[in-house]
């Protein structure tokens, strides 16, 4: 083989004829400086190769830098870099990173040090006829400028202390509304298992979509739960009447849910199906799945469950949700007892 065959089955050899006609060859492989070669038909070339091999080194690139020094969209850049960041579940991030982007859509090239407390406030009153996304977005805005400030580009966070808008609390199923629904799905349909997953366990939506029959220790009588929201690991005992929905459930695919090609479902998609379900059973629009985590709640407190206790199959981080189902409860179990008392006070004068 010639020398010319040689360097055409060699790699990263670049050639080309310069302004006198010479044949110039370099060594250049992806992403890395050129290396100038001699001839082909040197007897040093095959080891001027196998130098240049060896020396070849990266080019380093610069990372592209979004938003002039300074400002919301250079903020955002540094944060999406930042253990702050990077630390968060992909689903954490995903829903930050499309808050604060929308944000930079019209505000990206301010400056971080010129916002005030009444911009603040302006900004989330645009949004007052969304109360939750308006919350969202002080929220993501105070987080956003908490890194600014411990990062230098600005000494206070004047989204501290800019009041949330009052939201509208999610309706506790009834009882009457739990057996309606219970009445159009039947046990062994998916609609019913989802609801009783709900019920009996007080999870949320994106926990129950995703359970696997590997989850539940029929044996047992335990369900295995890490909360996507927490992180929160909870072996939770399965109730009679859950573990009845369960064993009647078909088991042909992995997820205890799954859609009709047997694949997990999403977490939207989920919520839809069940909305959809819910509507069918011709319950009102304030029954929503979330409304189905208080309910669980809602019974435990009135079985006489502790705040702790009820923490314990929810897997709530504070006791004031808790507290609060609980001491309804009480109210309630104390009024009758106080109309009961009014009732023989009476009989007896």
Known sequence: MGRRGMTL???????????????RLYYRPPGSKRIALPDENDRGFLAAYQAAVAAAEPIEKKARVRGDEGTFDRLAFDYYRSTDFLGLKPSTQ?????????????????????????HVSAIIGKKAETPAGANNLLK??????RFGVANGYRADNPAAGVKKFKQGTYHTWTEDEIAQFEARWPIGTLERTAFALHLYTGQRRSDVCKMTWAAYNAAGGTIDIVQDKTGTHLTIAAHRNLRAVLEATPRRHMMVIPTISGKARTVPGYGNWMADAI????????????????AAARR?????????????ITGHKTLSEVERYTREA????????????????????
């Not at 990263?12 to 006609?21: A, N, T």
């Not at 995903?94 to 009444?118: P, S, W, Y």
């Open 94 to 118: 995903a829903k930050n990173r499309g808050l604060i982007d929308r944000f930079c859509e019209g505000h990206g090239r301010r400056l971080v040090r010129q916002m005030t407390r009444q």
């Open 279 to 294: 509507a069918e059973a011709g319950l009102p629009d304030r029954c929503v799945l979330h409304g189905l985590r208080k």
């Open 140 to 145: 993501i805005l105070n987080m956003l400028i």
């Open 9 to 23: 089955q060699l790699k990263y050899i670049d050639r080309f004829k310069d302004r006198h006609g010479k044949i």
């Open 300 to 312: 435990l407190a009135e079985a006489g469950c502790s705040a702790n206790e009820i923490m314990a």
């Open 330 to 349: 009480r109210q309630g179990a104390m009024s009758k007892a106080a109309i009961l008392r009014l009732e023989e006070h009476s009989r007896d004068g």
